[in-house]
């Protein structure tokens, strides 16, 4: 038995999962937030007991070397060296990274090279590897790609149709995000459906703050609706998702408090998508409470939403000619048994039916009726838990 820890390391934050490996049991959790602001909180959980500390904590090495103290502290870890292996989840892998990897120096430097691919994942996730590699240097050390999943897109889904020389040149090709989530959920799929996953046609919507739905086909991503960046897509909490990108320049144009293109990206990413429809919240259960009191804003952002999930489901319906199963999973997902019946209520054409009784706030599994062609899942998410199995499984190469 030995100890690895899952790491998700944010510009300010840091958060991590400590687990019994092989047994995937899970010891403690918790979260690092406001890393080099004033007043930085520190959460474990552990044994159903919650503890938090407010303090400053001036950078990640800093977050890393609490982390263990508290660990030790609270009596969840005697020794550093019971923890024998790290995993870190790495947003943008680009087109090097196909896999999880060891990390040496070499990785470092190229994940840190890809920045220009997430400017504020990557950075933040270095520091995170380098807070590791100094205050415990002799553990595995491994990095999990979010892009690694979607690396065996076919080229047709991949590039934009743009210029050949800014894909050959600059790389401009889509490249997807949550791949760890979509590769989990689609693995949980095929044992509740009782088929290898080569053989089944699925699509997965990972429905959180971010929105990412994945065509999986011979057990491999076929298409994703994430692309250079986590931008694109249905429509999201905060992000716009897919829009015409004619509206960039005369936005840019129009609206004084927007300088540059810089400017507009940031509306774009942090002020539009639920938030920016119903100039409420961009949290779905807000949204949900104001549709329910007949808040117009809040009822038209809903409906957005789920169309734009509809669209992407239609396409990929297309794309993959059949479906056996739609997987719902993230907060969104998982939680609103409302968001599954809006979405599926209008893809009956397809097969998809629910069965109002399976189609209930903590379902998991099979929600679908009896005898519908096309199967309608659940299936909670756990990248933390596929990140730990990485560590594992690189440690005994
Ligand atoms: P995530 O990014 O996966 O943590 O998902 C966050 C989203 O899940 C937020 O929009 C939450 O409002 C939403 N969510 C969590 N629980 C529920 C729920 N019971 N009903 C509706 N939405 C929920």
């Not at 500390?53 to 969840?76: C, E, N, R």
């Not at 892998?93 to 990785?107: A, P, Q, R, T």
Request: one cysteine or more; a negative charge; aromatic letters at 6%.
């Amino acid at each position: 038995m030995s100890k690895t820890i899952s790491i998700n390391a944010g510009s300010s934050s840091l958060k991590w999962q400590l687990y019994e490996m092989p047994a995937e049991k899970v010891l403690a959790k918790g979260i690092i937030e406001r890393i080099g602001l004033n007043d930085s909180i520190s959460t474990v959980k552990y044994d159903g007991k919650s503890d938090s500390q407010t303090l400053d904590i001036a950078d990640h090495t800093q977050a890393v070397k609490l982390l263990l103290d508290d660990l030790q502290k609270h009596g969840i870890i005697k020794d550093f060296a019971e923890i024998t292996g790290v995993g870190h989840r790495v947003v943008a892998g680009g087109e090097y990274f196909k896999e999880s990897c060891l990390i040496g120096d070499v990785e470092i430097d190229k994940i840190e090279a890809l920045s220009a691919l997430a400017p504020l994942h990557n950075p933040a996730h270095v520091a995170g590897i380098r807070a590791f590699k100094e205050l415990l240097p002799d553990i595995t050390s491994v990095a999990v790609f979010d892009t690694a999943f979607h690396a065996s897109m076919p080229e047709v889904s991949y590039r934009y149709p743009l210029p050949t020389k800014y894909y050959e040149e600059y790389q401009a090709r889509k490249y997807g995000a949550h791949g760890t989530s979509h590769q989990y959920v689609a693995n949980e799929a095929a044992k509740v459906l009782g088929k290898p996953l080569e053989e089944l046609k699925l699509i997965t919507a990972h429905i959180g703050n971010g929105v990412s739905l994945t065509a999986i086909k011979d057990g491999k991503c076929l298409d994703t609706s994430m692309g250079f960046t986590p931008l694109a897509g249905p429509m999201m909490g905060t992000r716009s998702g897919d829009i015409d990108p004619a509206l960039i320049p005369y936005l840019i144009e129009k609206d004084p408090d927007v300088k540059d293109a810089a400017d507009l990206i940031n509306v774009l990413n942090k002020q539009s998508g639920l938030l920016g429809v119903s100039e409420t919240s961009s949290d779905m259960r807000e949204i949900q409470d104001g549709k329910a009191k007949g808040d117009p804003k809040a009822s038209l952002a809903f409906d957005m939403f789920v169309n734009r999930l509809q669209r992407f489901i239609g396409q990929y319906v297309a794309e993959l000619n059949g479906l056996d199963a739609l997987v719902f999973t993230a907060g969104i997902g998982e939680n609103s048994a409302e968001i599954r019946e809006a979405v599926v209520s209008g893809l009956s054409w397809f097969g998809m039916l629910l069965d109002p009784a399976k189609n209930v706030f903590g379902a998991e599994g099979d929600i679908s009726k009896d005898g519908a062609a096309v199967r309608v899942l659940v299936i909670p998410t756990d990248e933390e838990l596929v990140i730990a199995r990485d560590v594992e499984r690189l440690k005994k190469v």
